[in-house]
């Protein structure tokens, strides 16, 4: 197969901040060790994996070739459940971003890559801020208005007069469970959700102004190597985002299944669904006590590298990407 420029992006998982991130509040995000690689080159018509594109369904590959003038074929190959909070959508953008440039002919530019994949992200959920899109792009852990981390700063975006300051943060080693409860929830919908709750309470509010402070702390535990204090604080967290109403029975009994043999564990991503994330010495413990309440276990790298280049083109879908829901195709 000639002709092909091909990239991939890896997925990502909150360990603080989300949703309040949203609201420019501070946020930690790492990137996972699962990718989704895209392949394109020049067509005659516009294909993914050998199929026409149905622009309507798919606004990550309508905003991203919207300046071509060509047709393009694309192929896909995910690693990444979709709607499950672990950075599909970002992940998607940032790796069909990059083979684009790399089709161009263009030097890889992170900060325009990151203007792309946000910009996708926007287009496909209506509403949200540039931290999976950093994540996916830039890779290894991300702070978001973290003060003290202007040094190791790598971008600042701002849009409807909230400010993102997105820094690069140091991973140190740590086990990660994530559990899948299953359960769909696009990101588009709970972050409307919130943005309605905090539109008439004052108590949301607060709410997200205090799991920005949790995420201070927690960030400063991160930074100690101390797993306890940031366990504790990924576990409030939880509670708080639970009062803003974007947990689930589904994720509750997920954490609390978790909790036993765990530092801390939360939702991750934007929640009513989706994973949680555990921060735990005994991996497979947690795995198998999720597995028992009927989640789906993955031990979860961090800090993997971002958009990168790749050799080759992928050879087909293994999650369906965003914007084909076909939950027999998952694993
Ligand atoms: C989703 O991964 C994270 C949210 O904070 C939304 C966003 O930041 O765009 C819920």
Redesign the pocket.
């Known amino acids: 197969m000639t002709g092909w420029h091909t990239a991939s992006a890896p997925g990502k998982f909150?360990i603080l901040g989300?949703?309040s991130?949203?609201y420019g509040k501070p946020?930690v995000v790492l990137a996972a060790d699962r990718r989704i690689t895209c392949g394109v080159r020049r067509g005659k018509r516009n294909l993914l994996n050998g199929e026409p594109i149905e622009f309507s369904r798919q606004p990550h590959f309508r905003y991203l070739t919207r300046n071509l003038r060509h047709a393009v074929e694309f192929v896909t190959r995910s690693d990444i459940p979709t709607g499950a909070?672990l950075?599909s959508s970002a992940a998607l953008a940032a790796s069909i971003a990059l083979a684009l440039e790399d089709m161009a002919g263009n030097d890889p530019d992170e900060r325009k890559l990151v203007d792309e994949a946000y910009g996708a992200?926007l287009a496909a959920?209506g509403?949200?801020?540039p931290?999976?899109a950093s994540a996916c792009v830039h890779g290894g852990g991300i702070g978001v208005n973290i003060p003290g981390t202007e040094k190791r700063g790598l971008w600042r975006i701002s849009r409807n007069g909230r400010v993102w300051n997105v820094s690069d943060v140091d991973v140190p080693s740590m086990t990660f469970v994530v559990g899948n409860t299953g359960v769909k929830a696009p990101?588009g919908p709970?972050?409307d959700k919130v943005r309605r709750f905090v539109g008439r309470s004052n108590f949301a509010s607060e709410m997200i102004e205090e799991i920005g402070n949790v995420t201070l702390s927690g960030y400063d535990a991160l930074q100690r190597g101390d797993v306890e204090a940031l366990g504790r604080m990924m576990t409030t967290d939880h509670k708080l985002l639970s009062i803003l109403g974007v947990s689930c029975k589904e994720l509750n009994k997920l954490v609390n299944a978790a909790l036993p043999y765990s530092y801390g564990a939360k939702l991750t991503?934007?929640g009513g669904g989706g994973c949680m994330v555990a921060l735990t010495d005994e991996p497979e413990k947690v795995a198998s006590v999720i597995t028992a309440r009927g989640g789906v276990a993955y031990v979860m790298g961090a800090g993997s590298q971002g958009a990168r280049i790749e050799r080759s083109v992928p050879d087909g879908p293994v999650f369906d990407i965003p914007g084909f829901v076909r939950p027999e195709a998952e694993r």
């Open positions: 909150v989300e949703h991130v949203v946020a909070g950075g992200e959920q509403n949200g801020s931290m999976d990101t709970q972050v991503g934007s």
